[in-house]
């Protein structure tokens, strides 16, 4: 099958809903990849993903270049989105553009920023500079402090009205498509009827074009997941099992068996016990 690139996803629009899933490494990005999927984000959730920090925060550059490198080694047919971390292009046009540059450097194929009118600026430029933008509004996780937490958004008509604006001004700006986080459905939906790019939700609905999760939160690897995360397998318990079991065939002499090692020729092996005195057991 062909490689899925950023026209392949405009065009999905109103014709088949998009799936979208996180990927922060080569194993999970080949396994999403088999699956099917479209589009695989190397979102900045890495941090608490795979690192273990409490926001997305303090994620750097490196983190990310580190992480869309091994993606991308994967060679997907989905298309490979790099998120840009906290104050990669908060502070200028041009660092936002060189930021994005090292993403697509190390193998993203567009770059995902938070953000609405307020970052309109940044995505023209990127556009400008031939970077696909992916825009992220509604719940921005980079903003969580003066956003007061990880809340819901739009249940009111002024903050609904805000959203909806934002999504229009990063239509305007060039953005190819959209996520849409922790909003009222509603306010998903509007979106989702009044731009002419695909819609991504993630815990706002059913009515955008396309769905994202993070993966660990699918696959039931995440302690705390959000309230609108789906779990579809019990990931941690099979890993926490079959350690278990390992630990206890180490522990009984069950592992390894006959086959998973090898031995030498006897005769070798007689002449070896010789040399070193050892017993033949
Ligand atoms: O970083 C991330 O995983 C994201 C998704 C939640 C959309 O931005």
Avoid at 40 to 69: F, N, Q, R
Avoid at 247 to 266: G, L
């Amino acid at each position: 099958m062909d490689k899925i690139t950023v026209r392949d996803i405009i065009k999905m629009k109103g014709k088949k809903k998009i799936a979208m899933i996180t990927a922060y490494d080569y194993t999970f990005a080949k396994l999403v990849d088999e699956a099917g999927i479209d589009i695989i984000l190397v979102g900045d959730s890495v941090g608490m993903v795979m690192h273990g920090l409490d926001s997305t925060i303090p994620v750097s550059m490196d983190d990310m270049i580190h992480h869309v490198k091994a993606v991308a080694a994967a060679k997907p047919r989905a298309l490979v989105v790099g998120d840009m971390p906290f104050l990669s292009y908060e502070v200028s046009v041009e660092e936002a553009i060189r930021n994005a540059g090292y993403l697509l450097k190390a193998g993203a194929e567009a770059v995902k920023l938070e953000g609405g009118t307020e970052v309109v600026n940044k995505i023209e430029a990127l556009v400008n500079a031939g970077i696909p933008v992916m825009g992220h509004i509604g719940l921005t996780p980079q903003r969580y402090l003066i956003l007061g937490g990880y809340r819901r958004r739009g249940r009111k008509i002024v903050e609904a009205e805000k959203i909806i604006e934002d999504a229009k001004a990063l239509e305007k700006a060039g953005v190819f498509a959209i996520v849409i986080e922790f909003t009222a459905a509603e306010v998903a939906k509007v979106i989702t009827e009044n731009v002419r790019v695909p819609t991504i939700c993630i815990g706002s609905g059913p009515y955008c074009d396309g769905q994202v999760l993070v993966l660990h939160d699918l696959l039931g690897l995440t302690k705390n997941p959000p309230p609108f995360a789906k779990k579809y397998a019990d990931l941690a318990n099979i890993v926490v099992n079959a350690v278990k079991k390992y630990i206890d065939e180490v522990r009984n002499n069950m592992f390894p068996s006959k086959e998973h090692y090898f031995t030498m020729r006897k005769e070798d092996y007689m002449e070896l016990l010789k040399k070193y005195n050892s017993s033949n057991q």
